[in-house]
């Protein structure tokens, strides 16, 4: 029921098993950023589009703390997003847990997830707490209270973070350009990359530089300024990371991005259509359609549109926030 099955690392998965995998991961990600919808709102909170964040400022203080924790094991650090998304289910449940915004910030908290996630990832969890001794009694019984409150729930593969699903979606739309290659010798990875070595650059792998840049660094952005929460899961903000850094990349039309229920004004105010028209003004050609990122991502246009829109929208209103506090 949660995903859970024997596996190797999803990149050496087949295309068709990848279909089982998002599936697990969707209904896993139902259970964790499942929301109440008649939740009145909560002072201490930040509400955009309906959707209950964490502050900016309390936001941005929790990232600088986790990557210093992270930091103390070196390479841990690419675990950030993980531990992000840990943070942002936990909120989800914050109010029928009785905490506030600021609880699930405050050192102890953020202690107990990254040795939370590092134990599952089987990386050694104990070095950062060198400097936190004095509190490692609380920091234990804290890792209780989540892994309870999670139901178990604290990393892959029953909770995906929106980097997760970023690859999951590349490597699908990347097998369905005509051009990659398919033999067992340039297999792809799972951010849509070659490993073959080739002895030259195609146009092929040319775009897919180009696709991961503007990707990673959407998927960045969002993971950090705005995150998960119910309403907003984890694969809507990839959604949102994909959309609009191949609207960057030049390689999906800004138009096919535009939900329906959006209006003229709404539309043109946006950050994906101003993006898209910055860019695309002089694109001569596409390389993905709105039908085959919904493919890829297992959701209908529609809600494909719609969840991009949504997380994109949620960016570009932290951004204003945060020049407003600036």
């Not at 001794?133 to 309870?148: S, Y």
């Not at 892959?156 to 097998?175: E, Q, T």
């Not at 994909?242 to 950050?271: K, N, Y």
């Amino acid at each position: 029921a949660d995903g859970r099955k024997p596996m190797a690392h999803h990149s050496d998965w087949k295309a068709e098993e990848l279909g089982d995998l998002i599936a697990g991961w969707a209904r896993c990600e139902s259970a964790s950023f499942a929301g109440n919808p008649d939740e009145p709102q909560i002072p201490g909170w930040r509400y955009t589009h309906g959707v209950r964040l964490l502050p900016c400022p309390l936001r941005l203080r929790a990232i600088r703390t986790l990557h210093q924790l992270l930091a103390y094991n070196g390479t841990a650090v690419d675990h950030l997003g993980t531990v992000l998304t840990l943070l942002d289910a936990l909120a989800v449940r914050a109010p029928e847990e009785g905490r506030s915004a600021q609880d699930l910030t405050d050192t102890i908290t953020l202690a107990s997830i990254v040795r939370l996630v590092l134990k599952n990832e089987e990386v050694e969890a104990e070095r950062f707490l060198g400097a936190l001794r004095q509190v490692v009694p609380a920091v234990a019984e804290r890792e209780l209270w989540i892994f309870a409150v999670m139901h178990g729930r604290i990393a892959l593969p029953s909770l995906p973070s929106p980097g997760h699903w970023v690859k999951i979606i590349m490597r699908r739309l990347w097998a369905r350009v005509d051009e990659v290659p398919t033999g067992p010798q340039d297999a792809l990875t799972a951010n849509g990359t070659s490993e073959a070595t080739p002895t030259a650059a195609s146009p092929t792998e040319d775009l897919r530089v180009r696709a991961s840049r503007h990707v990673d660094y959407c998927t960045e952005l969002l993971v950090q300024r705005v995150g998960s929460a119910a309403g907003l899961p984890p694969r809507a903000v990839a959604l949102g990371a994909c959309t609009m850094g191949l609207i960057m990349a030049g390689m999906f039309p800004v138009e096919e991005a535009r939900p329906s229920d959006v209006d003229g004004p709404v539309w043109d105010a946006s950050l994906l259509s101003r993006q898209g028209h910055f860019v695309q003004q002089n694109a001569a050609s596409f390389v993905f359609s709105l039908e085959e990122l919904a493919q890829a991502v297992q959701c209908c246009p529609e809600d494909t549109k719609s969840a991009a829109f949504k997380a994109v929208s949620a960016l570009q209103d932290s951004m204003v926030d945060e020049f407003s506090l600036a």
